[in-house]
């Protein structure tokens, strides 16, 4: 049994053997074979590539991937151009492995530059410059004639280097300046001023469907129901100058639908035609001269509900008002792009109002006073003074607010108004209007149910818009 496994034993070591054997013969095979054909490849002289095979090898596989990056990298690897001078005296000893100098510090080996935090800045490339210039003098003083190139025999389209004497000043340069034409005359710009306009105009139109609700002592009757309203704002304008006028003409519309009138299916509910001119003289800053007048009327017949008195026809009535004053206008600037104001505020302390209805069968009552008979008039005329000032305002490019304030006094009567419109506009023609009209009149009766002058009027409405 002890033979059987000494022969076993004995053929194991055999076999061990002859495998290192072989794997030794392999591994010299291929070393050998790389060898040559690094010197096949290049054609450099042995101590470059006992320099290459030494140190290029053991370094990681990303610095070099194969000789011809490294001849990219490494100047040793292009031609050897002989730059003169003589080295310093150093022993040189050459062998396949490493490259040795007496009187000279050792080279470090390569694994010690694998580590980052070992490894200084600018370590490795001082390390590629030493060995640089030490193979580069070893091919010098042993293979002198692997030098193709000299300093002085470089061929004729290589640009040789030049010195220049510090001590002289100047250096002289041939240049010469291209010859140039002289420029043809060419005539001056004519700048082009285009005519100022004078007039100016913009126009504005609604139509919407609403819901309007008044008080109960409403001057034209008391409304409460959806509607469909139309509004329009025509402005022709004209400033030159210290002279401006001023020309405006709206228009407001207003069909309901009449539920508790048993008479009709439908009602007209605001429906008022105003034009308004104001001329204006340059004073001082913003204020102005200025003189006014305003024409104001019906233009379609509205009834009492369940019954054929109207409370309003076409020129019954109509109201013209006239004054002379002074007129604040005002247009400042905002940073914002969209935002903008336009203010004009008119004091008219001597102004006359005119009133008079071409219907004598309206309800009068709305308009005018009794005469001494007992009788309503259908004529009014007087003198006072009146305020008025509207007001757009452009928050930005889809809010805007508009108001208007109307008030007269001859001292013994008063009326006033107060218009306001506030615009959402939700896309460039269709827009949302909140609309609230304040109405305060002292000379008209009071109605049952209602112990006041004040007379409201809101709306909320939805539809088309269009501006210009």
Same mark, same amino acid.
């Given at each position: 049994?002890?033979?059987?496994?000494?022969?076993?034993?004995?053929?194991?070591?055999?076999?061990?053997?002859?495998?290192?054997?072989?794997?030794?013969?392999?591994? +010299?095979?291929?070393?050998?074979?790389?060898?040559?054909?690094?010197?096949?490849?290049?054609? +450099?002289?042995?101590?470059?590539?006992?320099? *290459?095979?030494?140190?290029?090898?053991?370094?990681?596989?990303?610095?070099?991937?194969?000789?011809?990056?490294?001849?990219?990298?490494?100047?040793?690897?292009?031609?050897?151009?002989?730059?003169?001078?003589?080295?310093?005296?150093?022993?040189? @000893?050459?062998?396949?492995?490493?490259?040795?100098?007496?009187?000279?510090?050792?080279?470090?080996?390569?694994?010690?530059?694998?580590?980052?935090?070992?490894?200084?800045?600018?370590?490795?490339?001082?390390?590629?410059?030493?060995?640089?210039?030490?193979?580069?003098?070893?091919?010098?003083?042993?293979?002198?004639?692997?030098?193709?190139?000299?300093?002085?025999?470089?061929?004729?389209?290589?640009?040789?280097?030049?010195?220049?004497?510090?001590?002289?000043?100047?250096?002289?340069?041939?240049?010469?300046?291209?010859?140039?034409?002289?420029?043809?005359?060419?005539?001056?710009?004519?700048?082009?001023?285009?005519?100022?306009?004078?007039?100016?105009?913009?126009?504005?139109?609604?139509?919407?469907?609403?819901?309007?609700?008044?008080?109960?002592?409403?001057?034209?009757?008391?409304?409460?129901?959806?509607?469909?309203?139309?509004? *329009?704002?025509? &402005?022709?304008?004209?400033?030159?100058?210290?002279?401006?006028? *001023?020309?405006? +003409?709206? *228009?407001?519309?207003?069909?309901?639908?009449?539920?508790?009138?048993?008479?009709?299916?439908?009602?007209?509910? &605001?429906?008022?035609?105003?034009?308004?001119?104001?001329?204006?003289?340059?004073?001082?800053?913003?204020?102005?001269?200025?003189?006014?007048?305003?024409?104001?009327?019906?233009?379609?017949?509205?009834?009492?509900?369940?019954?054929?008195?109207?409370?309003?026809?076409?020129?019954?009535?109509?109201?013209?008002?006239?004054?002379?004053?002074?007129?604040?206008?005002?247009?400042?600037?905002?940073? @914002?792009?969209?935002?903008?104001?336009?203010?004009?505020?008119?004091?008219?302390? +001597?102004?006359?109002?005119?009133?008079?209805?071409?219907?004598?069968?309206?309800?009068?009552?709305?308009?005018?006073?009794?005469?001494?008979?007992?009788?309503?008039?259908?004529?009014?005329?007087?003198?006072?003074?009146?305020?008025?000032?509207?007001?757009?305002?452009?928050?930005?490019?889809?809010?805007?607010?508009?108001?208007?304030?109307?008030?007269?006094?001859?001292?013994?009567?008063?009326?006033?108004?107060?218009?306001?419109?506030?615009?959402?506009?939700?896309? @460039?023609?269709?827009?949302?209007?909140?609309?609230?009209?304040?109405?305060?009149?002292?000379?008209?009766?009071?109605?049952?149910?209602?112990?006041?002058?004040?007379?409201?009027?809101?709306?909320?409405?939805?539809?088309?818009?269009?501006?210009?």
């Amino acid at each position: 049994m002890n033979y059987i496994n000494n022969y076993l034993m004995m053929n194991h070591i055999n076999n061990y053997h002859r495998f290192c054997a072989l794997f030794s013969a392999f591994v +010299l095979f291929f070393i050998t074979d790389t060898d040559a054909q690094y010197r096949k490849t290049s054609g +450099l002289p042995p101590e470059v590539m006992a320099w *290459t095979v030494s140190t290029m090898e053991p370094w990681p596989p990303h610095r070099y991937k194969s000789l011809k990056e490294a001849m990219i990298d490494n100047k040793i690897f292009i031609p050897l151009v002989f730059r003169g001078g003589m080295f310093p005296e150093f022993d040189y @000893k050459y062998s396949r492995d490493s490259i040795k100098i007496t009187d000279a510090p050792p080279i470090p080996p390569a694994f010690e530059y694998k580590s980052k935090r070992i490894r200084p800045m600018f370590r490795h490339y001082k390390f590629d410059k030493m060995l640089n210039d030490l193979v580069y003098k070893n091919v010098m003083l042993q293979n002198p004639e692997k030098f193709k190139y000299s300093l002085r025999q470089l061929p004729e389209t290589i640009i040789k280097p030049q010195s220049i004497d510090k001590s002289n000043e100047y250096v002289g340069i041939n240049i010469k300046a291209p010859v140039t034409t002289p420029p043809e005359k060419v005539d001056p710009v004519i700048k082009f001023i285009p005519d100022r306009k004078y007039w100016t105009s913009s126009f504005s139109a609604d139509i919407k469907f609403s819901q309007n609700r008044t008080s109960d002592n409403w001057y034209k009757g008391e409304i409460n129901n959806m509607n469909i309203y139309t509004n *329009t704002i025509t &402005s022709y304008n004209y400033s030159r100058d210290k002279i401006s006028l *001023t020309n405006t +003409l709206s *228009t407001t519309f207003t069909i309901n639908n009449a539920p508790n009138d048993t008479m009709r299916n439908y009602t007209i509910g &605001s429906d008022e035609l105003r034009l308004r001119s104001n001329f204006g003289l340059k004073a001082i800053s913003n204020w102005n001269y200025s003189s006014s007048a305003e024409f104001i009327t019906s233009m379609g017949n509205k009834y009492v509900a369940n019954s054929k008195v109207k409370n309003s026809a076409f020129l019954s009535p109509y109201t013209i008002n006239a004054g002379i004053g002074m007129t604040y206008a005002v247009k400042p600037k905002f940073k @914002k792009k969209d935002r903008s104001m336009n203010l004009s505020l008119s004091l008219e302390p +001597l102004s006359f109002k005119y009133m008079y209805s071409k219907d004598k069968k309206i309800n009068l009552s709305a308009y005018f006073e009794k005469d001494e008979n007992g009788n309503y008039e259908h004529v009014l005329r007087t003198f006072g003074s009146t305020i008025t000032m509207t007001n757009t305002i452009q928050f930005n490019k889809n809010v805007s607010w508009y108001s208007r304030l109307y008030y007269f006094t001859n001292y013994e009567r008063v009326l006033s108004e107060y218009e306001n419109k506030l615009d959402l506009a939700l896309s @460039k023609y269709f827009s949302t209007t909140f609309y609230l009209y304040l109405r305060y009149d002292d000379g008209v009766e009071k109605t049952e149910g209602s112990d006041t002058y004040l007379q409201v009027n809101e709306m909320f409405s939805f539809g088309f818009s269009y501006k210009w």
